[in-house]
């Protein structure tokens, strides 16, 4: 009876690891299937650049982010979308000067194109966009004779952001996959189709935005609908402030008249008077003003260029009279550089204005 009842045990033994030895077998096999899947296949497909674009966003690595998008083939065809047909809305533009400024951004294409790939880089590392201000390079100012800031602005690269995958269509070494993205200013939804082609070792990368410029006239059009309200509903503010401002300028100079080789202490004392109890109010008066409006999404960049005239006119002044009151240079020279950097700004604006004012007689002609 215990022969019979051990080699039972025996036998039950037996099938049990026959049986783990045979789980063992298959789960092997499987883990062996589907890595030799991900890496001999999956990582050779558009799903996978895709979703490694991803990815390698979140986790700020560059290196992974260039392996699924070529932006020296990507780039060069972008900045092309952006920059072609750019002052085809401007009747006030001569033929000939047209052509000169279609030449000069053909000029600097290579390095302009280099400072987008610096902006994604730095984005790319850190998830921060760094301002034009930051910059050390070439594209510091106006040194290229354009705002770098304000192209990459137009450009949308900073507003955008990714949704989902809607679609992947695979054609030999081809791909068109159809991207759901929001544009965060205007909070307008599009679909993006991002073509990509199949490298000689398998990869696949993104190498040409197929309807950018349409996602870009889409929110231009928006944007200068927006404007358009933004401007009717905040004319009055800057009506009367630019009337009242240019009084304050007529009466600054007045005070200002040198009879000998500096300002007089009675000059001084009317000086602060003046600017502590008009212009600096007036200004305060112009940001809490402008803030109070509702503004469109469109126009919010144009909003946050006025606010930051009022900023640093304001923080002008303040400087300027510490600086006077106390025969300060350095705080002077402070004044004015935060002067320059505000008219900077306010040209900025008046050139968004300009540009939208002509799209709506186009709009009106048309």
């Not at 197929?210 to 870009?216: A, C, G, P, S, T």
């Not at 009055?236 to 007089?264: P, R, V, W, Y």
């Not at 999404?297 to 106390?326: C, E, Y």
């Amino acid at each position: 009876m215990e022969d019979i009842i051990w080699k039972e045990k025996i036998a039950h033994r037996t099938a049990r690891r026959s049986w783990e030895l045979l789980t063992l077998i298959v789960t092997f096999s499987f883990l062996l299937g589907a890595w030799a899947w991900y890496f001999f296949i999956y990582i050779k497909t558009p799903e996978y650049a895709l979703h490694n674009i991803q990815s390698a966003i979140e986790s700020h690595d560059i290196g992974d982010f260039r392996k699924s998008v070529n932006l020296d083939i990507l780039l060069p065809k972008a900045y092309d979308d952006l920059t072609t047909d750019m002052f085809k809305d401007d009747k006030t533009l001569p033929l000939k000067t047209k052509t000169l400024f279609e030449n000069f951004y053909i000029l600097i294409k290579p390095m302009i194109i280099s400072g987008i790939q610096d902006d994604i880089s730095q984005y790319i590392n850190t998830g921060l966009w760094k301002k034009n201000e930051e910059k050390g390079s070439i594209l510091k100012g106006q040194q290229l004779g354009i705002d770098f800031d304000e192209f990459i602005e137009r450009s949308n690269l900073r507003n955008i952001q990714l949704k989902q995958i809607a679609s992947i269509h695979k054609n030999g070494k081809t791909a068109i996959a159809e991207i759901k993205i929001c544009e965060e200013y205007t909070k307008t939804d599009f679909t993006l189709r991002a073509r990509l082609e199949q490298e000689a070792n398998g990869n696949w990368q993104v190498v040409y935005i197929e309807n950018y410029k349409d996602f870009l006239n889409t929110i231009q059009t928006i944007q200068e609908k927006d404007i358009t309200n933004y401007l009717q509903s905040t004319q009055t503010i800057i009506d009367s402030h630019n009337k009242t401002g240019k009084k304050q300028q007529e009466k600054f100079h007045n005070i200002m008249q040198l009879e000998h080789a500096g300002l007089t202490d009675l000059q001084r004392l009317k000086l602060q008077s003046f600017i502590e109890s008009e212009v600096i109010p007036d200004n305060e008066a112009r940001d809490a003003e402008l803030k109070s409006v509702a503004i469109p999404p469109g126009a919010k960049h144009l909003h946050a260029l006025r606010l930051q005239v009022d900023t640093l006119t304001i923080a002008s002044w303040k400087n300027f009279l510490d600086g006077m009151m106390q025969n300060n240079q350095k705080q002077l020279e402070e004044a004015e550089s935060l002067h320059k950097k505000a008219l900077e700004i306010d040209q900025k604006v008046s050139i968004i204005i300009k540009h939208a004012a002509t799209s709506r007689e186009l709009t009106k002609i048309l």
